[in-house]
Structure formats: structure tokens, C-alpha cells
């Protein structure tokens, strides 16, 4: 992770650095905000302090809840359709086994009643 050193700058700089912080996210979202974090600490190490570059962070910071909160919902798209598809082969599963259960009773009942062979005199 670079650094995004906001240490000797103006008090509102030191504040809104952390927030880009991504390390506490779910893996798949952490490279949504990484790219966030990436440009914060490429502008505070290049521009110095001013109302500019405050207002350009504060609004990147906004784009990123809005990146990760993008990335949740596919994610949770992504687990709606594995939870469908997981459901799904559970049912057929379940077909497929009510099927043998129902082959192995036809089967059990022709040999219930098939009339015994006759005896063959030798």
C-alpha cells in the first residue's frame, strides 16, 4: 500500500486521509477503493495544501463510497445467483433421487407380483 502521508499538513488534511484507508474491506472490494487511495496519495505528495486539493479529496473520497458501494451491489448479485444455482441443483438432486427411489419400488413390485415358475419335472 503507498503512503498516503498526510503528517505535516494542514489539520483537515490529516483528517480526511484515513478514510481512504481499504485494508479493513471484503478482498473483492478492496481494489475498488485502492484505486482511490492511489490517487489521494499521488495528489497530497504533489500539490500542496489548499482549498483545491481539499475539495478534490473530499469529493474523491465521495466518489469511492460510491465505487465500493457499486462493487457490494455485484457482489451481492453475484451471490444471489450462485445462491439460485446451488438451490437449483439441490432440487434436481432431490428429482433425481425421488426417481431411483420410485425405479427400485416397480422394480420390487413386478417381482411381488410375478406369479412363481411352475415346477419343471425332470
Given at each position: 500500500?503507498?503512503?498516503?502521508?498526510?503528517?505535516?499538513?494542514?489539520a483537515r488534511f490529516?483528517?480526511?486521509?484515513?478514510?481512504?484507508?481499504?485494508?479493513?474491506?471484503?478482498?473483492?472490494?478492496?481494489?475498488?477503493?485502492?484505486?482511490?487511495?492511489?490517487?489521494?496519495?499521488?495528489?497530497?505528495?504533489?500539490?500542496?495544501?489548499?482549498?483545491?486539493?481539499?475539495?478534490?479529496?473530499?469529493?474523491l473520497l465521495e466518489?469511492?463510497?460510491?465505487?465500493?458501494?457499486?462493487?457490494?451491489?455485484?457482489?451481492?448479485?453475484?451471490?444471489?445467483?450462485?445462491?439460485?444455482?446451488?438451490?437449483?441443483?439441490?432440487?434436481?438432486?432431490?428429482?433425481?433421487?425421488?426417481?431411483?427411489?420410485?425405479?427400485?419400488?416397480?422394480?420390487?413390485?413386478?417381482?411381488?407380483?410375478?406369479?412363481?415358475?411352475?415346477?419343471?419335472?425332470?
Open positions: 500500500m503507498p503512503n498516503l502521508n498526510a503528517r505535516g499538513r494542514e490529516v483528517e480526511i486521509a484515513p478514510l481512504f484507508d481499504y485494508e479493513h474491506l471484503h478482498p473483492d472490494l478492496r481494489a475498488f477503493s485502492q484505486q482511490c487511495y492511489d490517487l489521494a496519495a499521488n495528489m497530497l505528495h504533489d500539490l500542496p495544501d489548499s482549498e483545491e486539493l481539499y475539495q478534490g479529496l473530499r469529493k466518489a469511492k463510497d460510491c465505487f465500493v458501494r457499486a462493487s457490494v451491489m455485484i457482489l451481492d448479485k453475484a451471490d444471489e445467483a450462485e445462491l439460485r444455482a446451488a438451490q437449483q441443483a439441490d432440487e434436481l438432486q432431490e428429482q433425481r433421487k425421488d426417481s431411483i427411489v420410485q425405479q427400485s419400488a416397480d422394480v420390487q413390485q413386478y417381482f411381488d407380483t410375478e406369479e412363481p415358475d411352475e415346477p419343471v419335472d425332470a
